[in-house]
């Protein structure tokens, strides 16, 4: 599916950080970053990648942190204080 379709269908930019333990090292934590379009709140995506690192990498995962952005959304307007003019 073309990712524009994906976004119609309620997709959005989600990136997560991933703290893992170093196999050889556990004590000492590495971060992964990961990112890819998924539905929220569930993350089917994500989840999927995660069961894949439990089931296939060394490093024991230590936690995630995720955030979801809309990518087609209402465009957003700020309006500005001041007024500049050159001559």
């Given at each position: 599916?073309?990712?524009?379709e994906r976004?119609?269908?309620g ?5 997560a950080?991933?703290?893992y ?7 000492v934590?590495?971060?992964?970053t990961?990112?890819n ?6 993350f ?19 936690s995630?942190?995720?955030?979801a952005?809309?990518?087609l959304?209402?465009p ?6 001041a ?5």
């Amino acid at each position: 599916m073309a990712n524009l379709e994906r976004m119609l269908k309620g997709y959005r930019l989600t990136t997560a950080e991933i703290l893992y333990h170093m196999p050889d090292h556990p004590g000492v934590l590495q971060s992964f970053t990961w990112q890819n379009l998924d539905i929220a709140p569930h993350f089917p995506e994500l989840s999927r990648f995660l069961e894949f690192w439990k089931r296939e990498i060394d490093g024991a995962l230590h936690s995630v942190t995720v955030a979801a952005k809309d990518i087609l959304s209402p465009p957003e307007t700020r309006f500005v204080g001041a007024d500049y003019r050159l001559h």
